[in-house]
């Protein structure tokens, strides 16, 4: 037996097959090698646009609104240049008027009541991200009532030499019956909270009335330059359904217990122009509830 017997090569691959079957092994690595960062960069992109994109933490506010509210309201009332007028007219060209002007004495006091307020409102908001601002219309129902009564006496001398005694007794009954606003509001929502302040204007209806009495006497000094007098009269005035402008502010925070609903809490203030010389405010502590529409 020949040496080549022992290693008989016929059944391996010749040198031209091992190189063909390396060259397609290789093509195919590059292949996947090519593909996979591919794949992997869209897979690690998926996320992004899905549920790892970041959601806002706040409750949307824009759109109409509609709500009903209750309370308890304080009304003040200044009657001190509520009886001017009367007084003035009782006496209308005399020297006590021109010289010491007894129509501008204080007669009366302030006073306060306090009651149930009820209302509601309707409005618009448009929010950009947190911030929220709108305009709402509201009424309120106060029907809350107050009054005064005292007197006032001052004794003077005038110029045409006479010992004057003027006393004054008063008494005067003031009611606002209702009133409502426009007011324009901003607020920046905080997760299911829309803390707000808002500022307008408003308009009240009033029933008020006012009875003055003016007692005054004159006597001459010596040597008498004239005759004593003796002055006793009395004058009044009132209206019902009085309207009278004002202006509106407030803080407040509404809570958004579901997806239309919403409860509110509220402090307003309302400052009325004068009414028959007497200068009055409200303020009212509110809560109510109101629907998203």
């Avoid at 040198?15 to 397609?24: F, G, N, P």
């Avoid at 929220?132 to 219309?137: A, K």
Wanted: aromatic content about 12%.
């Amino acid at each position: 037996m020949s040496r080549l017997s022992l290693f008989d090569c016929s059944g391996l691959p010749s040198a031209k097959q091992i190189h063909t079957r390396s060259l397609s092994i290789g093509l195919a690595m590059c292949a996947v090698l090519a593909i996979w960062p591919g794949e992997r960069a869209r897979a690690a992109d998926w996320p992004l646009r899905g549920s790892l994109a970041p959601q806002p933490t706040y409750v949307r506010w824009d759109g109409w609104q509609f709500g009903v509210e209750a309370g308890w309201g304080t009304l003040r009332n200044d009657f001190g240049n509520s009886t001017s007028p009367l007084v003035a007219f009782i006496l209308r060209n005399t020297t006590q008027e021109a010289e010491f002007a007894p129509s501008t004495w204080t007669t009366l006091p302030a006073n306060t009541t306090n009651g149930p307020v009820f209302g509601g409102y309707i409005g618009y908001n448009m929010q950009w991200d947190q911030l929220v601002v709108g305009v709402d219309l509201g009424y309120k129902y106060a029907n809350l009532a107050t009054g005064a009564s005292d007197s006032i006496a001052r004794q003077f001398v005038t110029s045409d030499n006479f010992t004057n005694t003027v006393s004054i007794d008063a008494r005067a009954t003031f009611k606002l019956v209702d009133y409502a606003t426009l007011r324009a509001r901003a607020g920046y929502a905080w997760g299911n909270f829309l803390p707000y302040a808002v500022v307008g204007i408003a308009a009240g209806r009033f029933n008020y009335g006012t009875t003055v009495t003016v007692h005054s006497t004159g006597t001459p000094n010596p040597p008498p330059p004239g005759t004593a007098f003796v002055l006793d009269e009395t004058a009044s005035s009132g209206k019902t359904n009085a309207i009278v402008g004002g202006v509106a502010a407030g803080l407040g925070v509404d809570w958004a217990v579901t997806p239309g609903m919403y409860l509110r809490a509220e402090w307003e203030y309302v400052a009325f122009a004068p009414v028959n010389g007497s200068r009055s405010n409200i303020n009212t502590g509110k809560v109510g509830v109101g629907a998203r529409f």
